[in-house]
């Protein structure tokens, strides 16, 4: 401890200070005064801080030492020798494997070129290691300091934070301050770890403040009226935005990473589980291999129940679960659908926990002992979620061709926000691919029901009674995704309604139970779904000038650039850093504006009407017999696009004739006006639905596998793919001895060992044949999921094929769709002209 010698010392300007009296510096270390001469003190006499803010930040600066081992906190010298010279730790708190490999010399060279690149790139690599040790004995030593003092650096922080985004500057110090954030953030993103990205956060939030700060001080002085109207309708957007930004950056700063928690050796220690596969419409065929799965799934046998809850009451799945040995649960009507069915199965059995699956959602054999281990570990959790996994196209991937190449959609919330939601102990629960503790969800009544989203609101029923949840980031089961635009749409209108919902009856940032930073993840995950409405005025706030020369932001072009420029280029430069894996650059925009239109309402009408709309259930392993343009689904977006070309028109007399004295205007709103013509065209693109054939999509797999010929002999070869229906194989020389519906076995590999499959050959090309499997019976189809769907390693290395986002190849990309999507519009429009004058008629889609 700091004896009264030895105090802080505060700057006092001279004239307070009586003439003559010496420096008093309390350090009694020569090197600490001299350093505290030179960064610190001016050439006048000093004060002692107030003993308040001794009392207040002394615990946190001795707290900080201890974390960073500092020898003396006292000491000036100590902490300027540890910071400088002391290396940090071979581990990261943020990424341990990543900092016990050697520096990434390659992608640094690239930035710094190559002469310099080897010496200076392990510089740099210590530099974020260091930066990510510090941040992590900061945030400890913060954690563990007094109330005050956490309130203290708060306020303080926030009035720094008010002072940067508040302060005008004029043109050149705000375009320099433009260009040194640009400088440092080039420089910054190249660095391993999560200390980067906070440094780029922080530029974002600090930039885009700076930009909101002006436009609602500065921008707002409008004429009476429709500018009036327009303006406060953009900023209320732009206001929107700032605050999903910020609150996004804050649940996002940090991912957990949990890993595998191990089970008991003993397996009579291990609970019992009954699993769940609730169906309501789908085909046998897509159900079945889910539930075959759950059967094989690697659990003590009397530790193990495997239920169909067929809400549709179909004798075929009677009989089908007779056969397989799972349970059959019906009930006598439909009442709060899933959440319905669910809770009466709940009532009527009695495993210890409850595993459940959506009907197409195919879990490994792993699934349970990969899950299990954090339950007994923590008695107070109550819910593990895993990710939901897709191995068909969505119809984004399938219409664009971006499968396997582009992350999709969900890919950001399981590979990103689901993970950092964990940190904060506020994953959700997402329905399916996820276990649950039975005492716990009675304690609450059960699934919830008062929402059409009752996943997320189960999870929060279980946060407002003190239990704790977690998120695995293991692929431990695949499905299927929504197989056109139309039914994608549906599925996201309930998510947006139900979401809605509950921020309109158990709205999380009031009510008890709740941490502050579960409150903002439950929050912003809510307020995500009200972007509709934002975004559909993004895609025509320019329209009021271009028709009708409202001025919605008074200010010179210049200006707004200044301000804008900034505040695009960091945040998406900082997002593109934090989620890049996970969702390319300028994607974000094209799924929200296929949403925008048809969001907007339901949630609106939610926030008045919260009891109203019904469950609809997703439709999957559905065909689309031949390529189509969906014009009833696209019929908004033509609206927009009809609207923006014909404001893109318009700018041309303006800025040469009509407004050629403020043509920067013109010019500003021409530009943002050909952005949402693109960004439209990416939506036009996903609505020409490719045609789609197969109801059970193959999956790209390598595995060894042998292949037995009816003369006797055998050849060792590897699959390619594989499907409910067959399986695609790849010998080490051409097929010349083998013909077309030749009978033939493939030995498959499973963790059990091998298993023998009759087939027929379907197709052969060169050493690539096709094998259609001959009818199996039960032992037979649980062994065939047991070798593909179910094995362990099923979905490793899945995303290996998709690379890193680089924000200009990816706004390249979004553009080539865009214009890919218009190419296809005028083909549907000249297929629909010819068949018209021909006095033919398209025939309809099924």
């Known amino acids: 401890m700091m004896d009264t010698t030895e105090t802080l010392r505060l700057r006092v300007p001279p004239m307070l200070t009586p003439p003559g009296r010496p420096l008093q510096v309390g350090w009694a270390q020569e090197f600490g005064r001299w350093v505290w001469h030179l960064f610190v003190l001016p050439p006048a006499a000093a004060r002692p801080w107030p003993r308040w803010v001794q009392r207040v930040f002394r615990p946190l600066i001795e707290k900080l030492a201890t974390e960073l081992g500092v020898a003396n906190a006292r000491s000036v010298r100590a902490w300027v020798l540890h910071l400088l010279l002391t290396d940090p730790p071979r581990g990261s708190w943020s990424d341990p494997e990543k900092y016990g490999a050697e520096p990434p010399v390659a992608s640094l060279g690239a930035l710094l070129h190559h002469p310099i690149a080897p010496r200076i790139a392990p510089l740099l690599y210590g530099l974020a290691a260091r ?19 956490r309130v203290g650096l708060g306020i303080g ?138 059967l094989n799934l690697d659990w003590p046998a009397d530790r193990l129940r495997v239920y169909i809850l067929d809400d549709g009451r179909r004798p075929a799945f009677r009989e089908f679960a007779a056969a397989c040995g799972a ?25 210890e926990f409850v595993a459940i699956f959506d009907c197409d959602h195919i879990p490994v054999r792993t699934f349970l002992t990969a899950t299990m281990g954090w339950f007994l570990k923590d008695p107070r959790c109550a819910m593990l979620q895993t990710p939901h996994h897709f191995f068909s196209p969505d119809p984004f991937e399938r219409n664009l061709g971006t499968f396997r190449r582009v992350p ?49 609101h189960t999870a929060l029923k279980l946060h407002r009674r003190g239990y704790n949840t977690a998120y695995l980031r293991e692929v431990l089961a695949g499905g299927l995704a929504t197989e056109s635009l139309s039914g994608h ?18 709205n999380p940032f009031l009510g008890e139970g709740l941490s502050p930073l579960q409150r903002l993840c439950y929050g912003n995950a809510m307020l995500h779904f009200f972007s509709g409405l934002p975004r559909l005025v993004f ?29 695009l280029v960091q945040s998406s430069l900082a997002n593109s850093h934090i989620q890049g894996r996970f969702r390319h650059s300028f994607w974000n925009e094209a799924y929200e504006a296929v949403l925008s239109w048809y969001i907007a309402l339901p949630t609106t009408l939610a926030l008045f009407a919260p009891h109203r709309g019904k469950f609809n259930v997703t439709a999957k392993g559905g065909l689309v017999e031949r390529d189509f343009f969906d014009w009833r689904i696209s019929l908004p977006y033509l609206v927009l696009v009809v609207l923006n070309i014909g404001g893109a028109l318009l700018a041309i007399p303006r800025l040469l004739f009509w407004n050629s004295y403020e043509a920067d205007t013109v010019a500003l709103n021409l530009i943002w006006t050909l952005f949402n013509i ?58 010349t001895s083998l013909n077309l519906g030749d009978r033939l076995r493939v030995t498959l590999e499973a963790d059990d060992g ?13 050493e690539h044949i096709g094998l259609l499997l001959e009818d199996l019976d039960i032992a037979g189809q649980r062994a065939y999921v047991r070798c593909t769907f179910g094995a362990r390693d099923a979905w490793k290395d899945w995303d290996k094929g998709i690379a890193e986002d680089k924000p200009l190849a990816s706004f390249a990309e979004v553009f080539s769709f865009g214009a890919t999507g218009y190419v296809r519009l005028a083909q549907s429009l000249y297929n629909r002209a010819s068949a018209w004058l021909r006095g033919t008629r398209l025939a309809p889609v099924r």
Request: glycine share 8%.
């Open 131 to 149: 930066l990510e040790h510090y941040s992590a004995a900061l945030a400890r030593a913060y954690a563990a300091a007094g109330r005050a003092t």
């Open 327 to 351: 349970g059959y649960l019906i009930r006598g009507d439909n009442a709060h659908a899933k959440a319905g069915n669910l809770n009466h199965a709940l009532g009527v059995t009695h495993g």
């Open 408 to 456: 999709n959609e969900g890919r950001l919330f399981y590979g990103l926000i689901q993970d950092c939601n964990d940190l904060w102990n506020a994953a959700f629960f997402c329905g399916s691919c996820a276990v649950l503790r039975r005492g716990p969800l009675q304690e609450i009544g059960g699934i919830a029901v008062e929402t059409v989203t009752e996943d997320a």
């Open 678 to 735: 693109v960004m439209l065209g990416a939506v036009l693109g996903v609505a020409a639905e490719t045609r789609q054939v197969r109801s059970t999509p193959r999956v790209p797999k390598r595995m060894p596998a042998t292949l037995h010929l009816a003369h006797g002999g055998w050849v060792a070869c590897e699959t390619t793919d594989f499907a409910m229906g067959g399986v695609g194989l790849k010998l080490k020389v051409p097929a």
């Open 157 to 294: 922080a926030l009035a720094v934070f008010v002072l940067i985004a508040s302060t005008p500057l004029d043109a050149a110090p705000q375009l320099a301050l433009l260009t040194l954030m640009w400088l440092l953030t080039l420089l910054v993103r190249q660095l391993p770890g999560y200390g980067p990205g906070l440094i780029l956060i922080t530029f974002s939030i600090v930039a885009s403040s700076r930009y909101i700060w002006w436009r609602c001080t500065h921008t707002m002085d409008l004429a009476n009226g429709y500018e009036t109207f327009f303006g406060a309708g953009l900023l209320a957007a732009e206001c929107y935005t700032w605050l999903i930004m910020v609150l996004g950056y804050v649940q996002n700063a940090r991912p957990l990473r949990r890993r595998t928690h191990r089970l008991p050796r003993e397996r009579a220690e291990w609970p019992s589980v009954d699993v769940y596969v609730p169906t309501y419409n789908e085909p046998l065929e897509v159900v079945r291999p889910t539930v075959l799965a759950a």
């Open 754 to 766: 091998p298993h023998d499959f009759p087939v027929r050959v379907a197709t052969v090309r060169d």
């Open 489 to 506: 749409i549906g599925q996201r209108i309930r998510w947006a309604r139900g979401m809605a919902q509950i921020f309109r009856l158990d």
């Open 539 to 567: 895609l025509t706030a320019p329209l009021a000038y271009l028709y009708f020369q409202f001025h919605i932001i008074n200010a010179a072009a210049t200006t707004i650039a200044l301000y804008a420029v900034p505040h």
